[in-house]
């Protein structure tokens, strides 16, 4: 649950407010980008990356 991640993240990094969920996705999408730096031939790192930014995008029209 990305609101439940944003919780922890931002108690974590002593934030006054938690972290977004849409911005937990972006920032998994993030990871499995770094990932595919390290080594591009896992290309499932690729499809995971494509379905937490849709998820972000998902998340973030959602309040609107």
Do not use: C, F
């Amino acid at each position: 649950n990305h609101r439940r991640i944003g919780v922890m993240w931002g108690e974590l990094l002593q934030l006054e407010q938690p972290v977004t969920p849409e911005m937990v996705a972006v920032m998994m999408a993030m990871v499995k980008i770094s990932r595919i730096a390290n080594d591009s031939t896992h290309t499932d790192n690729y499809i995971d990356a494509i379905a937490y930014i849709a998820g972000a995008g998902e998340l973030a029209t959602e309040l609107e």
